[in-house]
């Protein structure tokens, strides 16, 4: 089976889970108008009881559970390209959207990137950022850096956009 990838700021939770709470599950979302959304989650709570379904949009089983950190990779990226998109009101008007043009560009651009590549929005300059793995390792191995060490990140740092953001073809998980 495909290794499990994580983002580098997911893998200290993403290894206290495997550690502590029984490993992680991954939930895929059967809501139709998100069909690559998925949430990974212990897959125990706190107190040692099953995890539950943690929302509405996800299937009520995990897709898949992981409990040994060798199935695990983390997946470091690096920008490779930033530019500014426009965006239009939602059709309730109560969020923010890109246009047709911006989401096609940004499409082009993360295709172009290579295999693994994503985006994530930059709220503060009202940018797409196109990030691209840069170095996979095993989490057996990952040890925790500070960012500068561990991947490039601007003094205002992209926020997230897409919860399938990370290198995996799979979604790259990140934890919620």
Not at 122 to 147: F, G, N, R, S
Request: charged share 30%; aromatic share 6%.
């Amino acid at each position: 089976m495909e290794k499990y990838q994580c983002t580098a700021q997911a893998a200290p939770l993403i290894k206290s889970w495997l550690e502590t709470r029984g490993g992680i599950a991954i939930w895929r979302s059967i809501d139709l108008s998100d069909p690559g959304r998925s949430i990974t989650t212990p897959v125990k709570t706190a107190e040692g009881d099953p995890a539950s379904k943690p929302h509405w949009s996800m299937a009520n089983k995990p897709e898949r559970i992981i409990t040994s950190v060798d199935d695990v990779e983390v997946c470091m990226d690096k920008e490779v390209k930033r530019f500014r998109v426009a965006i239009r009101r939602g059709a309730q008007g109560l969020s923010f959207k890109c246009t047709d043009a911006s989401s096609r560009r940004i499409r082009k651009a993360v295709e172009k990137a290579g295999k693994g590549a994503h985006h994530v929005f930059d709220y503060w300059t009202q940018e797409a950022v196109i990030m691209a793995p840069e170095k996979i390792i095993p989490l057996a191995e990952y040890k925790e850096k500070p960012d500068a060490e561990n991947h490039e990140k601007r003094k205002d740092g992209p926020e997230e956009a897409s919860a399938a953001g990370g290198c995996s073809s799979q979604g790259g998980d990140h934890p919620e």
